[in-house]
């Protein structure tokens, strides 16, 4: 099956600064990636996500980019904000057949005012 | 608002008690899972149901029982737990099986075992 590996596992920055997080996924054949956010308190929610493809996708602050070859893809948060601090969390699927999201154990990410 | 409701937010029992989590989602998917969220562990996925029947149970103790009465309901039977099991809950949709795609989760049932 799909292994997901997340690191760093904590992650404190100032705010201003940027942040990058990294996942590594075992499985060839998957080609779904989602980012998930989960506030103090909340369910995780998909923040941005990006398919086989394509090597990189941008939101405003959030880009995620694509490695197929090394199995490796990393989010990227610039310019963060106190609001910003969060869990994040990688995931890789296989669209297509019924392939379940296999998850990383997360980041927390702390933004200091 | 994400569309999915989990009850009750919180719930505290004993090890002989029986009690039920439930999770309704009104974003017309027609797959519903059970995650457990342990501190400093990865999100654990216990069950799927896709078009109301079980896809996945992913080796979980018989001493927690899902059913699944419709698409949009989603039931978390629990009976003589253990206080290992303290956890975080969570309940999630999304289209159909195969195309996965976006989960949608709601905000959690945190369970203490006394």
């Known amino acids: 099956g799909e292994n997901v590996e997340q690191h760093p596992s904590t992650l404190s920055v100032q705010e201003g600064d940027s942040a990058v997080i990294k996942c590594t996924y075992s499985?060839?054949?998957?080609?779904?990636f989602p980012w998930y956010k989960q506030e103090l308190g909340k369910g995780p929610q998909l923040i941005i996500d990006?398919?086989?493809?394509?090597g990189e996708k941008k939101d405003q602050r959030i880009a995620v980019t694509l490695n197929k070859t090394a199995k490796h893809f990393s989010l990227h948060i610039t310019e963060t904000q106190p609001e910003d601090s969060a869990v994040y969390f990688c995931?890789?699927?296989?669209?297509?057949?019924?392939?379940?999201?296999?998850f990383g154990r997360g980041t927390s990410l702390i933004v200091h005012p | 608002e994400t569309g999915v409701t989990q009850t009750p937010r919180h719930l505290v029992m004993g090890m002989t008690n029986k009690k039920s989590l439930k999770c309704e989602q009104h974003?017309?998917?027609?797959?519903m899972y059970w995650y457990k969220q342990s501190a400093k562990k990865p999100l654990e996925l216990m069950f799927v149901?896709?078009?109301?029947?079980?896809?996945e149970n992913n080796s979980v103790p018989s001493r927690f029982s899902p059913e699944c009465p419709n698409s949009s309901h989603l039931f978390l039977h629990l009976h003589t737990l253990q206080p290992e099991d303290s956890a975080l809950y969570l309940c999630?949709?999304?289209?159909?099986?195969?195309?996965?795609?976006?989960?949608?989760f709601g905000e959690g049932s945190r369970l203490t075992v006394l």
């Open positions: 999630a949709s999304s289209q159909g099986l195969p195309n996965t795609g976006e989960l949608f």
């Open positions: 499985d060839s054949a998957s080609n779904y």
């Open positions: 990006i398919r086989s493809n394509v």
């Open positions: 995931a890789a699927s296989r669209t297509g057949g019924s392939y379940i999201p296999t």
């Open positions: 974003l017309g998917h027609n797959a």
């Open positions: 149901y896709n078009f109301k029947e079980q896809t």
